[in-house]
């Protein structure tokens, strides 16, 4: 068999992984958890044995830029082995369809009269590809195009991303115009005996609020949720396990029940958990000027990215305190611009996954718990077990930090300040991924040793 590997050689943790791989498609196994951290080079040691046995293969990713590294790792290996390996990225209709109208681009399809379709040509194009790959909303919205391929593995990429059921959010001005559309009350239930009335008004208007809505509440339960209405798809990680037959769930911090993999290399990097602070979900103002402190303190001696649990804080954070002569922004882009500066972010929110950001010191400050909202509710009346609280609620807070700090910490052999910041991060570490508990964690809860710590580091950094 020709080994295919794109690169000379392998990093620290890269042989492992593809040796396990390996040796599970050799193997009647249909699932392999493989957890290790960012900057090993995963795609790369699991895409490599995947073509050396031949194997059609769908890959799933969370974002765009995502499929873009796929891509480049295959692209590679054409170039450096001489190989023509086929890739197709499936993108959605708003990405491929000239045709596409606002506010509802996919709802074109059912007015298009156009032979040549760049959106479906795309899967015939994946009927011949070797790589397929496609994003997790993609797999959801258009399931059953996606089913219908030739797939021999299926590699799910940031696989925390399969644990909580999916969630779509249908706004009370959407069921507002839905009901003037069908000349019907504002209530879910009713409006879904609308389906025909629906399709009438796409083809009579271009688009409908209401075929919006009939076509969202049917892909799973709904309920209301303040002036929204939720949707879950409590079925979809079954439809998964049932239409894939063989999988490899690839993330950087796995759930605590399952097994598999776990990639541990040692960072050059300094952890610390400062128990110093603690930062509830619900707002209290008396925390906000210990928590200034902390982030004055590493904006003064590196370009620092701060995390923080919810919009309300960081928004508070940056409009309460006067923060000259630092350069604290809530934009990346006017934070790349600079020398030195700091970032005010939010876990969880858009620059906390599927990015890589330069900079010199990450700090999650508060433990990004979920709000125990109703959709958090019925997950746990929904699975009655006991520690659904340690799989529902707690991890989940632990994922949404490690995706914080993983966009600066991105390659083992840089020296990184990483701190979280609130004494639950203490209670929280036996669920930490394996690589990152292995690493030398400082424990500190004064702020004076804190400062010592950040200096001394800084020191040893420039030297």
Same mark, same amino acid.
């Given at each position: 068999?020709? &080994?295919?590997?794109?690169?000379?050689?392998?990093? @620290?943790? +890269?042989?492992?992984?593809?040796?396990?791989?390996?040796?599970?498609?050799?193997?009647?196994?249909?699932?392999?958890?493989?957890? %290790?951290?960012?900057? !090993?080079? &995963?795609?790369? $040691?699991?895409?490599?044995?995947?073509?050396?046995?031949?194997? @059609?293969? /769908?890959?799933?990713?969370?974002?765009?830029?995502? +499929?873009?590294? !796929?891509?480049?790792?295959?692209? #590679?290996?054409?170039?450096?082995?001489?190989?023509?390996? &086929? *890739?197709?990225?499936? #993108?959605?209709?708003?990405?491929?369809?000239?045709?596409?109208?606002?506010?509802?681009?996919?709802?074109?399809?059912?007015?298009?009269?156009?032979? &040549?379709?760049?959106?479906?040509? +795309?899967?015939?194009? $994946?009927?011949?590809?070797?790589?397929?790959? %496609?994003?997790?909303?993609?797999?959801?919205?258009?399931?059953d195009k996606v089913a219908s391929l030739p797939v021999d593995v299926t590699v799910f990429d940031e696989a925390h991303t399969l644990h909580l059921p999916p969630v779509k959010r249908i706004p009370r001005e959407w069921i507002l115009r839905a009901a003037m559309e069908a000349g019907a009350r504002p209530d879910p239930n009713i409006l879904l005996k609308y389906a025909g009335v629906a399709e009438r008004i796409v083809l009579e208007k271009g688009f409908s609020y209401l075929y919006e809505v009939v076509r969202v509440l049917s892909s799973g339960e709904w309920f209301l949720d303040g002036s929204d209405v939720v949707v879950v798809d409590w079925g979809f990680r079954d439809w998964v396990k049932r239409t894939f037959m063989r999988k490899i769930y690839l993330t950087a911090t796995a759930p605590p029940n399952v097994g598999g993999l776990k990639v541990s290399v040692p960072f050059n990097s300094k952890f610390i958990i400062y128990t110093g602070v603690k930062l509830p979900l619900k707002l209290r103002l008396r925390f906000l000027d210990e928590v200034a402190r902390l982030i004055r303190l590493l904006g003064l001696f590196y370009k620092s990215v701060i995390f923080l649990p919810s919009t309300t804080y960081r928004d508070i954070l940056y409009s309460k305190f006067d923060w000259e002569p630092l350069n604290v922004t809530v934009v990346l882009e006017e934070f790349e611009e600079v020398e030195k500066g700091v970032l005010l972010a939010v876990s969880g929110g858009k620059y906390s996954e599927g990015i890589d950001i330069t900079a010199e010191a990450v700090a999650v400050i508060g433990v990004p718990y979920a709000k125990p909202d109703e959709y958090l509710r @019925?997950?746990?009346?929904?699975?009655?077990?006991?520690?659904?609280?340690?799989?529902?609620?707690?991890?989940?807070?632990?994922?949404? $930090?490690? +995706? $914080?700090?993983? #966009? *600066?910490?991105?390659?083992?052999?840089? @020296?990184? /300040?990483v701190v979280l910041a609130d004494k639950r991060f203490l209670k929280l570490r036996k669920l930490l991924p394996l690589w990152l508990k292995k690493q030398e964690i400082l424990v500190i809860e004064d702020y004076r040793k804190l400062e010592k710590e950040i200096i001394l580091f800084n020191t040893r950094l420039n030297q």
């Open positions: 068999m020709l &080994k295919i590997f794109p690169y000379l050689s392998f990093r @620290r943790g +890269q042989d492992l992984i593809y040796n396990i791989v390996s040796r599970f498609l050799d193997s009647s196994e249909n699932e392999l958890w493989v957890e %290790a951290p960012t900057g !090993v080079g &995963k795609t790369a $040691a699991v895409l490599s044995p995947l073509l050396e046995h031949g194997l @059609r293969v /769908l890959w799933v990713t969370r974002t765009l830029k995502e +499929q873009e590294v !796929v891509l480049k790792e295959v692209n #590679r290996i054409n170039r450096v082995h001489g190989t023509g390996f &086929k *890739v197709t990225l499936l #993108r959605g209709i708003s990405e491929r369809c000239p045709y596409t109208r606002p506010p509802f681009p996919h709802q074109t399809c059912l007015t298009c009269k156009s032979i &040549k379709c760049p959106y479906r040509e +795309q899967f015939l194009e $994946a009927f011949h590809s070797n790589v397929v790959v %496609a994003t997790y909303s993609m797999l959801r919205d258009s399931r @019925r997950i746990y009346r929904r699975y009655r077990f006991k520690g659904k609280r340690k799989l529902f609620y707690e991890y989940p807070a632990v994922v949404r $930090a490690v +995706q $914080a700090i993983g #966009r *600066v910490l991105r390659n083992p052999n840089e @020296r990184k /300040l």
